[in-house]
């Protein structure tokens, strides 16, 4: 992963990563003895950036972000938010999208 956004621990054995590489967005977890890559499945046809991750419990994590669609004046920006439920990331429903009215990531 060449660009981290976020970092959170929850414990020693539970500590997640996430940003993006040239391939698209990543997350990493420590659980104590190694570093997975859990992969992020999204029905998101634009480009994702991750930009914050909350973990509450163990198998009960939250990714924010967005996918933009287009360039420039022409961009659309959707929200995305991830749930980890132990196993793996899912979408989950989130607002509409809309054109130039969601700030863009920081």
Partial sequence: MSGQTAITAHATDD???????KEG????????????AP???TTSSGAIT????AVI???NAWIVGSSQTGKDTDAVYQPILLHW?????SDQVCIPE?????????
Avoid at 15 to 21: A, K, L, M
Avoid at 85 to 89: A, E, L, N, V
């Fill in 15 to 21: 500590i997640w990563v996430i940003g993006q590489d």
């Fill in 25 to 36: 967005p990543k997350t990493l977890h420590w659980d104590g003895k190694k570093w997975n």
């Fill in 39 to 41: 992969t992020i499945q």
């Fill in 50 to 53: 991750l930009s914050d991750i």
């Fill in 57 to 59: 419990v163990p198998d």
């Fill in 85 to 89: 439920d132990g196993s793996t990331w």
């Fill in 98 to 106: 809309s054109k130039q009215q969601m700030a863009r990531p920081v």
